[in-house]
């Protein structure tokens, strides 16, 4: 959703600004692949480099973790078992569980209880700067296909319109899939989207007076 939201706003600001500068339609559109292209490789390459460095820290405390349990599996199991009693089991069926987890797989279960590492959400660079740049790139070629659509001297309008009720739609999901109010979704995301999509347009629109 925000990765969607991202390629929506820039996309869209990027035009109105290119647009209200007084640029020809081609170079409208040049300018909004160029901006699609670069934001998608941004944000993959910032979630990747992010990301990566999560997975290099989890890699550390399951070397670290793995040591411990070598130099000292007793001690390791003792401390497990104090992670059961502290969320409510007796002593003894703590050491039991304890015991029986580590016996099945020790790094695992101290990973999981003692350390927060759930297998199931291990950071993953590739994967989540895939995504990253997958969602931009379906926001941003939403208004960057209303721009190629529309006819020039209704392109400002109609870009500003069609981004404002996709961002709308987009908190509106966002809100909904969260259990948040709808309608304070909406009310932020078109927003600040209305506000950097006026505020690109106004320095576009000085600037074009200035060239």
């Not at 170079?27 to 460095?53: D, K, Y």
């Not at 994967?127 to 931009?136: T, V």
Request: a negative charge.
């Amino acid at each position: 959703m925000l990765g969607a939201n991202d390629g929506i706003v820039s996309t869209a600001s990027l035009a109105l600004g290119v647009a209200a500068a007084g640029a020809e339609h081609r170079t409208i559109l040049l300018s909004c692949a160029s901006g699609l292209i670069a934001g998608a490789m941004s944000m993959a390459a910032g979630e990747f480099v992010s990301v990566h460095s999560q997975q290099d820290t989890e890699n550390a405390d399951l070397a670290r973790e793995r040591a411990e349990l070598k130099n000292d599996p007793g001690g390791e199991q003792r401390e497990l078992a104090g992670l059961y009693v502290a969320r409510g089991l007796a002593p003894a069926l703590a050491d039991q569980v304890a015991a029986q987890l580590m016996a099945h797989d020790a790094l695992a279960a101290h990973g999981r209880d003692e350390l927060g590492l759930d297998a199931a959400a291990r950071a993953r660079p590739t994967q989540a700067a895939l995504a990253s740049a997958a969602s931009f790139t379906v926001g941003a070629a939403l208004p960057m296909a209303v721009a190629a659509a529309a006819a020039p001297a209704q392109l400002i309008f109609w870009v500003a319109l069609t981004s404002l009720a996709f961002l709308a739609a987009l908190g509106t999901l966002s809100a909904w899939a969260g259990g948040a109010r709808v309608w304070g979704g909406i009310a932020r995301v078109t927003f600040w989207g209305a506000a950097a999509m006026a505020v690109t347009a106004g320095v576009g629109a000085c600037l074009g007076v200035v060239a």
